[in-house]
């Protein structure tokens, strides 16, 4: 089945410090999403991005479907933003979604 | 609007014992699926579904059986509890109309088997 890869698997940054996480899958998708795991758990959808580039105020995620990754980027951070990043595929749009393991992101004041 | 609801928030079984984890949405969405998150493993599909009736399997399915009788509740059944099974369970909801993918998660059941 498809592989999802993501890195780092950590970081660690200081407030306003800006960051690009990566996703790569093994074949071709119809449907990816970027989530964020907040320190208390609850899962939050950012983007839906199979191809192109999207941005929701300091966030904004790139995919290039032809290359098999796409990239989340979080300019001038803030505490908030702290949690895990997760990367998930749907190769054939039918809900299965195929998730990453994750970028754990700390950011310190 | 509730979004997507989880009950129960925590739960510890004795190996052996059967359960059933609730899940509620109020958005009149046709998907809705469970997974499970286990340490460094991300998040694992055992079953979805895509309306009142029909249900499939996903990635790690055995052990847990579904069914999906309305489109608001779709539960999860554990049969016969292992201690392999320990995870926080998330239950998801999506509408299946054209441009809209965004998917609502409940908060979470944490299940600890002993």
């Known amino acids: 089945g498809i592989q999802v890869e993501q890195s780092p698997p950590d970081l660690i940054l200081q407030e306003g410090a800006n960051s690009t996480l990566r996703c790569n899958f093994s074949d071709s998708v119809n449907n990816l999403q970027w989530f964020h795991q907040n320190p208390w758990g609850q899962l939050i959808n950012l983007f839906y991005?199979?191809?192109g580039t999207k941005q929701n105020g300091r966030l904004s995620a790139t995919t290039v479907a032809t290359e098999r990754y796409s990239l989340l980027y979080i300019s001038s951070s803030q505490t908030t933003d702290s949690g895990v990043y997760f990367c998930a595929v749907d190769p054939s749009n039918t809900g299965k979604l195929i998730f990453g393991q994750g970028t754990t992101l700390q950011v310190k004041p | 609007n509730a979004g997507v609801t989880q009950t129960p928030k925590f739960q510890v079984l004795k190996t052996g014992q059967s359960m059933t984890l609730q899940c509620a949405q109020d958005m009149n969405h046709e998907y809705m699926s469970w997974y499970r998150q286990d340490p460094g493993m991300g998040l694992r599909l055992i079953h979805y579904?895509?309306?009142?009736?029909?249900?499939d399997q996903g990635e790690v399915p055995n052990g847990y059986n579904v069914s999906r009788s309305t489109t608001e509740d779709f539960p999860l059944r554990l049969l016969s509890a292992a201690p392999s099974q320990t995870s926080v369970y998330f239950c998801?909801?999506?509408?299946?109309?054209?441009?809209?993918?965004?998917?609502?998660f409940g908060s979470g059941t944490r299940l600890t088997v002993v």
């Open positions: 991005i199979p191809s």
């Open positions: 998801a909801s999506r509408t299946l109309g054209q441009g809209h993918y965004g998917y609502t």
């Open positions: 579904s895509v309306g009142a009736g029909i249900t």
